[in-house]
């Protein structure tokens, strides 16, 4: 006989892969946490930002200061999805801090559409409601105020001869503007009732690419901050709030007072940042980070030293412009985020394995249960990444766990369908035989069933892995990390080989798990199989 | 009916007996009506009848595949309703048309399948499915390290033959296991079949929809129509005295 016999006739050899692969995931999502920290008795910071450069650069001003004068060790939850992932990470504890603005806070957090009649007020107003309502604190803020413009093309507001928001409102143009202001209390709705703005079309757009159609003419109005460093180099025409609409959104640290108490150097640290950061100043640091290419961390770190507060010597080198020079400037860093976006599809994949795997041998011969099973998956697979990846952020707060726990949704469907299929697939005439040769149900699907479906159920596997690999890029928009960062930063800053640098490596990646896994496929296929399978193909 | 001559005098002589058993399936189709049938212990039965006569659910009853939906099915003497069916099934062979092989298991693993089943020790079912490879003129180095799929249709067949007796029960259901062959070779299995059954002495139900075949391996042929016996007698019985017109032209409209 070719194959090697077991030695205990009743036994096969031992079946530890499942086992092996649940021990496996165990290890990933537990070393994930413990792995952090070890060794250092500095307490820890999570620092999160908001996925736009500005709030990246904050970021990093907070986190340096912190790491600096604050004796901590900071971890950076960067990227998030807007203010809702961002405040509700907060408010959960997933981040200990970020850089949010008052106006937000006050329009779009609290609900607040009273009117404000000063910077300071606005500061006072949601300082009192976030302490009292969240146990949040704001700290004395930045020094700047980042307000909400409406921009058109130059050319085209002098042509129709619109300086203010009031003179818009006549002209019924098309608006391209973010989610966020598409949405949010003070954004869209608000500003077009309060003006009465005719609106020709309305969509909503990520914020770098809005910039692009407006340019090429594809919208006629969007919306940006006033800090934005694109402002300045397009030449774009700022539509001023005559009504006054829009209240201060002056930026300042929002931060958990349980922080406050744990980091007993935090408040001063941060203090350092109060009143440092005039509107120019942030403008010329999201310039650098944009149009220079810098990585925010550097810009931040420059910008301390020229305060004085750095840590002496700054190595600053931007972002290479060429798309091989990013790639190996960022080979490292490319590596660790390869590695880790692997984790995280590899751990979500496990756990559907071990679930859709048992449900569909539970539900194949019952077709309504199977129905209903298959179903259900297939309605998770309809909901939209972001917003499963929303929905699961009150469950599992920010960062990895979240993303494995939507991955792993995602990844049910193709695994949990092709068990179906492919145990239902099995020739009916040999688990007859099988039962006919007393085989019990389990024998039966043991030796026959799923051997013999094996082939199908990897496929399925592959397809799920596959299709995660590139929904895992998402990830970095809960502050999961992966190599959907340098993807979202990418497009913060657009910087088209910053976006390159994680999604070739993530089309390489989905490129060699669709051939690793089916190499398992052929592998694992019955090698009475493999011969048919041959004689079918001549 | 003839079929009252075949009815048992005393309990514990049939092998496999049916007892008035009927079956409608849950489509409606009605495949068997009352059938009673007795099979010695030793012998070989044929089953045969046009096709949808009920003689493949005759077979299926005997090991509990299916159930029946009235009368009794008797094995030893014993109701199957009160036997276990696996073990019932572990104590009968199985062939069916193209042999049923598990296309992933090697020519001996299928043979080993029910001893393993069994729980026999590791060289007690690699002897025995060695003799069985040879029994039915397969090499087991050779043949019996390949895949059905590298095998002949007739290869297969043997295979499924000795799988079927691997654990020497003492009844074989047999489902038109020569069916899928060519003549030359289906000649040469069924010659086989009888050497190998005039040594073995098995209770063998065999079914067939080629009457010739039934006529050359049974000691006793029943003719199935409609799910009812139309005649139950030896080769030479049926062919010299056909029961009914029916008979008479099933089995001469095959010869």
């Not at chain 1, 009031?166 to 019924?172: G, K, R």
């Not at chain 2, 062979?93 to 092989?101: F, K, P, R």
């Not at chain 2, 029994?135 to 290869?155: F, H, I, K, N, T």
């Not at chain 2, 007698?233 to 056909?242: C, F, L, S, V």
Request: glycine content about 10%.
């Amino acid at each position: 006989m070719r194959r090697a016999a077991p030695k205990n006739a009743r036994r096969r050899p031992p079946r530890g892969w499942g086992l092996a692969l649940f021990a496996l995931a165990a290890l990933v999502l537990t070393g994930a946490r413990v792995g952090r920290g070890t060794g250092d008795t500095r307490p820890t910071v999570v620092v999160g930002a908001k996925n736009f450069t500005e709030g990246a650069v904050l970021g990093e001003l907070m986190a340096q200061v912190l790491e600096t004068f604050g004796s901590a060790t900071v971890e950076r939850r960067f990227n998030l999805a807007g203010t809702q992932v961002a405040f509700d990470a907060l408010r959960t504890g997933s981040i200990d801090a970020y850089a949010e603005y008052t106006g937000t806070g006050l329009r779009d957090i609290l609900g607040d559409a009273t009117p404000v009649a000063s910077s300071a007020a606005a500061f006072a107003r949601v300082s009192s409601t976030f302490a009292q309502r969240y146990e949040l604190v704001w700290l004395a803020p930045f020094g700047f105020n980042n307000t909400y413009v409406l921009m058109m093309r130059r050319a085209h507001a002098g042509q129709l001869g619109v300086r203010t928001l009031s003179e818009l409102a006549q002209h019924p143009l098309r608006y391209g503007v973010t989610h966020e202001f598409l949405e949010r209390r003070d954004g869209m709705p608000a500003v077009r009732a309060a003006y009465g703005l005719r609106v020709a079309s309305l969509v909503g757009m990520e914020h770098e690419l809005a910039y692009q159609a407006l340019a090429e003419g594809a919208i006629d109005v969007a919306d940006g901050y006033s800090t934005d460093a694109k402002i300045e180099t397009r030449d774009l025409a700022l539509l001023e709030d005559d009504k006054g609409f829009f209240p201060p959104y002056e930026a300042a640290p929002l931060v958990r007072r349980d922080l406050l108490a744990r980091v007993p150097g935090a408040l001063e640290a941060l203090g350092l940042l109060a009143g440092r950061i005039d509107a120019r100043t942030m403008r010329r640091l999201n310039r650098a980070v944009e149009a220079e290419r810098m990585d925010p961390a550097a810009v931040a770190a420059g910008f301390l030293a020229d305060l004085g507060l750095g840590q002496g010597r700054v190595v600053a080198a931007p972002r290479s412009p060429s798309l091989l020079g990013t790639l190996w400037q960022r080979r490292r860093v490319t590596g660790q985020l390869t590695a880790w976006h692997l984790v995280l599809t590899g751990v979500a994949e496990v756990l559907a394995c071990v679930v859709a795997i048992p449900l569909g041998i539970a539900v194949y011969r019952r077709p309504r249960l199977a129905a209903t099973a298959l179903g259900a998956a297939g309605v998770l697979q309809t909901i939209p990444s972001i917003a499963l990846l929303a929905f699961m952020l009150p469950l599992f707060g920010i960062g990895a766990r979240t993303a494995v726990a939507a991955l792993f949704l995602y990844g049910l469907l193709p695994v949990l369908r092709n068990t179906v299929t492919g145990l239902r697939g099995v020739d009916p005439r040999l688990t007859e035989v099988g039962s006919g040769l007393g085989m019990t149900t389990g024998q039966l699907l043991r030796r026959v069933e799923l051997p013999l479906a094996m082939p199908v159920i990897l496929a399925g596997l592959r397809t799920s892995t596959v299709i995660n690999i590139g929904t895992a890029t998402l990830a970095a928009f809960i502050g999961a990390g992966g190599l959907g960062d340098p993807i979202v930063t990418g497009l913060t800053v657009t910087d088209v080989n910053l976006i390159l640098s994680g999604a070739l490596p993530a089309a390489a990646l989905a490129i060699v798990a669709d051939v690793g896994l089916a190499r398992l496929e052929r592998w694992a296929t019955p090698r009475g199989l493999r011969f048919r399978a041959q004689e079918e193909h001549r | 009916m003839s079929s009252q001559g075949e009815y048992p005098r005393a309990a514990g002589e049939w092998a496999v007996e049916l007892r008035n058993v009927s079956k409608v399936y849950p489509d409606g189709h009605v495949a068997l009506r009352g059938l009673s049938l007795g099979i010695r212990a030793g012998t070989t039965m044929a089953l045969v009848g046009p096709s949808g006569c009920g003689k493949t659910t005759t077979l299926k009853l005997i090991n509990r595949l299916v159930a029946p939906t009235a009368g009794t099915v008797l094995v030893a003497g014993c109701d199957v309703a009160g036997v276990d069916p696996v073990g019932l099934r572990r104590r009968m062979g199985y062939v069916v048309q193209e042999a049923g092989l598990f296309p992933h298991l090697t020519a001996a693993e299928n043979v080993a399948v029910v001893p393993r089943l069994l729980g026999w020790e590791v060289e007690r079912w690699r002897t025995r499915t060695t003799e069985l490879l040879a029994l039915v003129g397969l090499d087991p180095a050779c043949e019996g390290a390949r895949y059905p799929a590298e095998l002949s249709g007739g290869q297969r067949q043997r295979v499924g033959l000795a799988r079927a007796l691997a654990a020497d029960p003492p009844i074989v259901l047999m489902d038109e296991p020569f069916g899928a062959l060519d003549p030359l070779t289906r000649r040469r299995l069924q010659d086989e079949f009888l050497a190998l059954q005039a040594r073995l002495r098995k209770t063998v139900v065999l079914v067939t929809h080629d009457v010739e075949e039934a006529f050359l391996l049974a000691d006793r042929v029943a003719v199935l129509t409609e799910g009812t016996l139309a005649q139950c007698g030896t080769p030479d019985e049926i062919r010299g005295a056909p029961a009914s017109e029916f008979v008479a032209r099933f089995v001469g409209g095959r010869s």
